[in-house]
C-alpha cells in the first residue's frame, strides 16, 4: 500500500490518484509525477475538448487547441500557485490557445488573399487595424479578474447560456451574471479608443 501511495507500484495507484485531490495530484506533478497529470487530463479533458469546439468551431481545430493547452500545463504547473484551481488553470490555457489559433487563422486567412481590394473596404490598413484591436482586446480580457475573463470568452466565444457557465465555473446563474456585466462594462471602457 506504501508502495501504491508513493506512485511506485503498479497496482493500487492508478485508483488513489483517481481519488486524490486536485492539489494532491497538482503537488505531484510538479514533483514530475507524469501518472498524476494524466489523471488531471482524464478528469478534464473532455471538457477542455468540449470547451475547444464551442470556441473554434472545429472537431480538430479543438483536438490542437487541447494537445498545446496540455503541452503548456505540463511545462509550467510549477507555476500553478493554487492546485485547486487547476480546472479553472486549464480553461483559461484553452481559452488563449483558442484564441491564439484564430488569431493565425485570420494573419493566414489575410495573406493569402490574392483579390486586390480598394482601401475604403479591407485594404492593409484596415487588416492592421482589426489586428490592433484583436491584440488590444486580448490584453483587455487577461487584466480582468479571472471569474470575470473566464464568464465572458465562455459566453461571447463560446456561445454558453448562463446555466452552462455558472455549471462550468461552479457559480451561481446570478453571480455569473454580475460577472458578465463588470466584465462588460470594462471592456467598453477598456475598447472606447477603437470606436
Known amino acids: 500500500m ?17 481519488q486524490a485531490s486536485d492539489r494532491t495530484l497538482v503537488e505531484r506533478c510538479v514533483d514530475g509525477d507524469t ?4 489523471t ?7 471538457m ?20 498545446e493547452s496540455l503541452i503548456s500545463a505540463w511545462k509550467r504547473i510549477d507555476t500553478l500557485e493554487d492546485g485547486a484551481m487547476v480546472k479553472s488553470w486549464l480553461m483559461r490555457i484553452v ?8 488569431r493565425q487563422r485570420r494573419d ?14 479591407d485594404g492593409p490598413e484596415r487588416k492592421a487595424e482589426a489586428s490592433s484591436q484583436l491584440d488590444a ?14 464568464a465572458w470568452v465562455l459566453r461571447e466565444i463560446g456561445g454558453y447560456s448562463y446555466e ?15 460577472s458578465l456585466a463588470r466584465a462588460r462594462a470594462t471592456l467598453v471602457k477598456e475598447m472606447e479608443v477603437w470606436r
Not at 35 to 38: G, L, N, S, V, W
Not at 54 to 67: E, F, I, K, M, P
Not at 137 to 150: C, F, I, K, N, V
Open 137 to 150: 482586446l486580448s490584453a483587455a480580457l487577461d487584466r480582468l479578474p479571472t471569474g470575470q475573463r473566464q
Open 2 to 18: 506504501t508502495e501504491a501511495v508513493a506512485g511506485t507500484g503498479t497496482g493500487a495507484a492508478p485508483s488513489l490518484l483517481a
Open 108 to 121: 493566414a486567412d489575410s495573406t493569402d488573399d490574392v483579390v486586390i481590394e480598394s482601401p475604403e473596404q
Open 164 to 178: 452552462e457557465i455558472a455549471e462550468q465555473v461552479g457559480q451561481t446563474t446570478a453571480s455569473v451574471r454580475g
Open 48 to 67: 477542455m475538448k468540449a470547451y475547444a469546439v464551442r470556441l473554434t468551431g472545429s472537431g480538430a481545430d479543438a483536438d490542437d487547441v487541447v494537445q
Open 40 to 46: 488531471i487530463i482524464t478528469r478534464y479533458g473532455r
Open 95 to 102: 481559452s488563449r490557445r483558442a484564441i491564439d489559433l484564430m
Open 35 to 38: 501518472r498524476a497529470f494524466e
